[in-house]
């Protein structure tokens, strides 16, 4: 199987593994729900409880890759445990990322330049290479949840990158249709029957988001493997 026909086989994941994927889904529902009513309860301490959010996703996260990664029996996974080492650095990486994404849209957002060459550098190239970038960092996610590095992460996709990036892109578009497929009628939903929606949605949308995309690196990472011990039986 190539890396890039991945992305269809990382949805089919899903009904293959239902029972673990309603646990999480449930969980991060549940996680959301109690992140906006801690919010509305306790305002100034919104940031806070939004870490203490965040920390707990990375722990949710790290629990499926390992599941994935491992093979666990999905009888027995634990979506929510005793934090590890992994969880910290999973969570510290998560953090380290997001401040440079939004370093990098603060930097786009102020262009002001709008001759030819400019515009297609900062509306287009810059967009494309940073997203290619931090796509491919995002296979260090799998990594950290089995005990590896940023180092093997990044090694471990040479050659491959261009065809994980791509493979990335067509997957998020197929979760951002399902993720509009499901929101839209349920916002409607909501909106007619005189109920107000919550940020809770957003949060739990955001968090299926990421979860979808880690059921893909997850898969993606374990092929590089599996296609790596295979590669070096071969040179035996």
Same mark, same amino acid.
């Given at each position: 199987?190539?890396? @890039?026909?991945?992305?269809?086989?990382?949805?089919?994941?899903?009904?293959?593994?239902?029972?673990?994927?309603?646990?999480?889904?449930?969980?991060?529902?549940?996680?959301?729900?109690?992140?906006?009513? $801690?919010?509305?309860?306790?305002? $100034?301490? *919104? +940031?806070?409880?939004?870490?203490?959010?965040?920390?707990?996703?990375?722990?949710?996260?790290?629990?499926?890759?390992? @599941?994935?990664?491992? *093979?666990? *029996?999905?009888?027995?996974?634990?979506?929510?445990?005793?934090?590890?080492?992994?969880? !910290?650095?999973?969570?510290?990486?998560?953090?380290? @990322?997001?401040?440079?994404?939004?370093?990098?849209?603060? !930097?786009?957002?102020? !262009?002001?330049?709008? *001759?030819?060459?400019?515009?297609?550098?900062?509306?287009?190239?810059?967009?494309?290479?940073?997203?290619?970038?931090?796509?491919?960092?995002?296979?260090?996610?799998?990594?950290?949840?089995? $005990?590896?590095?940023?180092?093997?992460?990044?090694?471990?996709?040479? $050659? +491959?990158?261009?065809?994980?990036?791509?493979?990335?892109?067509? @997957?998020?578009?197929?979760?951002?249709?399902?993720?509009?497929?499901?929101?839209?009628?349920?916002?409607? !939903?909501?909106?007619?029957?005189?109920?107000?929606?919550?940020?809770?949605?957003?949060?739990?949308?955001?968090?299926?988001?990421?979860?979808?995309?880690?059921?893909?690196?997850?898969?993606?990472?374990?092929?590089?493997?599996?296609?790596?011990?295979?590669?070096?039986?071969?040179?035996?």
């Amino acid at each position: 199987m190539t890396i @890039f026909h991945q992305s269809l086989e990382s949805i089919r994941w899903v009904p293959k593994n239902l029972q673990v994927f309603s646990k999480l889904t449930f969980t991060l529902l549940l996680l959301a729900i109690l992140l906006v009513g $801690g919010i509305n309860l306790a305002p $100034g301490l *919104d +940031t806070i409880l939004m870490l203490f959010w965040l920390f707990i996703v990375s722990m949710v996260m790290v629990n499926l890759h390992r @599941f994935i990664l491992l *093979d666990q *029996d999905s009888n027995s996974i634990k979506i929510i445990n005793k934090p590890d080492k992994s969880v !910290f650095i999973y969570f510290g990486y998560w953090i380290l @990322f997001t401040f440079a994404e939004r370093l990098l849209d603060l !930097f786009l957002s102020n !262009f002001n330049n709008y *001759d030819f060459v400019s515009i297609l550098f900062f509306i287009f190239l810059v967009p494309l290479l940073s997203s290619y970038f931090f796509l491919r960092l995002y296979m260090v996610y799998p990594a950290i949840s089995v $005990g590896k590095n940023l180092d093997y992460a990044w090694s471990l996709s040479k $050659g +491959t990158s261009f065809k994980i990036v791509f493979s990335a892109w067509l @997957f998020m578009a197929y979760i951002f249709l399902l993720v509009l497929i499901l929101y839209l009628p349920i916002y409607a !939903f909501l909106v007619f029957s005189s109920f107000s929606p919550n940020l809770f949605f957003l949060y739990f949308f955001v968090s299926f988001f990421l979860m979808m995309i880690n059921i893909h690196f997850s898969l993606i990472y374990k092929l590089l493997e599996k296609n790596e011990v295979l590669v070096e039986s071969q040179t035996l």
